[in-house]
């Protein structure tokens, strides 16, 4: 096998997939959060490797990972994985909940339209006199929740990297810290090990490609 100097942060990368496609597949509250913790510990996992695996250029490493560090700090995605991770370690908080399912009903055109008459009971339209309407239903699912830690709260992130985050959902925030530090690695990877020849979707192959 062809010598690959970031073998270790790689391979906690390829878990942090596997377990987001764990909790794509996850049957019960419990198994999607079991895999959503695992998924936080590997991603601050990959941080805390790639310092060990750059330690031997600390001196030019730690100048250039400073953006990285900075943003660590002040990207709400970034900050809230990292705090989230600090709370399942530390802490016997909970990392998620199920939030309620819930109806809307918005009208089919979107600038609006009348509603003549509207009766519902028990949760269902049982009469309906006006313009067209679409009803659209939201079943219960998992969301991230509010995190404390040395007496500060961390709510969801609402952004990242100045885009707007819309969804609560943890693989929602999963897939955008997993594209972050995966890029991570590959700056990493150009910067300091420009003659390693195992790129970063070989790594996870090797990691991954097993009959187990």
């Given at each position: 096998?062809?010598?690959?100097?970031?073998?270790?942060?790689?391979?906690?990368?390829?878990?942090?997939?596997?377990?987001?496609?764990?909790?794509?597949?996850?049957?019960?509250?419990?198994?999607?959060?079991?895999?959503?913790?695992?998924?936080?510990?590997?991603?601050?996992?990959?941080?805390?490797?790639?310092?060990?695996?750059?330690?031997?250029?600390?001196?030019?490493f730690e100048p250039w990972q400073g953006k990285y560090h900075?943003?660590?700090?002040?990207?709400?995605?970034?900050?809230?994985?990292?705090?989230?991770?600090?709370?399942?370690?530390?802490?016997?908080?909970?990392?998620?909940?199920?939030?309620?399912?819930?109806?809307?009903?918005?009208?089919?055109?979107?600038?609006?339209?009348?509603?003549?008459?509207?009766?519902?009971?028990?949760?269902?339209?049982?009469?309906?006199?006006?313009?067209?309407?679409?009803?659209?239903?939201?079943?219960?699912?998992?969301?991230?929740?509010?995190?404390?830690?040395?007496?500060?709260?961390?709510?969801?992130?609402?952004?990242?990297?100045?885009?707007?985050?819309?969804?609560?959902?943890?693989i929602v925030l999963a897939e955008f810290g997993l594209k972050?530090?995966?890029?991570?690695?590959?700056?990493?990877?150009?910067?300091?090990?420009?003659?390693?020849?195992?790129?970063?979707?070989?790594?996870?192959?090797?990691?991954?490609?097993?009959?187990?």
């Open positions: 096998m062809t010598e690959n100097p970031l073998r270790h942060p790689k391979l906690e990368l390829a878990s942090a997939k596997k377990a987001i496609t764990s909790m794509y597949s996850a049957r019960s509250l419990d198994e999607f959060e079991a895999e959503w913790r695992t998924y936080l510990n590997c991603i601050e996992k990959i941080w805390q490797k790639v310092e060990r695996c750059c330690h031997h250029v600390r001196g030019t900075r943003l660590r700090k002040k990207d709400m995605l970034l900050r809230y994985l990292k705090q989230a991770r600090d709370a399942d370690n530390h802490s016997i908080q909970d990392v998620t909940k199920i939030q309620p399912g819930s109806r809307a009903y918005r009208f089919l055109n979107p600038t609006g339209g009348y509603i003549k008459h509207m009766e519902i009971h028990n949760g269902e339209v049982v009469h309906y006199e006006g313009d067209p309407m679409i009803i659209e239903d939201k079943p219960p699912q998992p969301v991230a929740v509010p995190i404390k830690n040395n007496g500060q709260w961390f709510n969801p992130p609402t952004s990242h990297l100045e885009r707007p985050i819309t969804s609560h959902h943890p972050f530090y995966s890029d991570y690695i590959i700056e990493v990877e150009k910067k300091f090990f420009q003659k390693s020849k195992v790129g970063l979707g070989e790594a996870v192959t090797q990691a991954t490609n097993f009959p187990f």
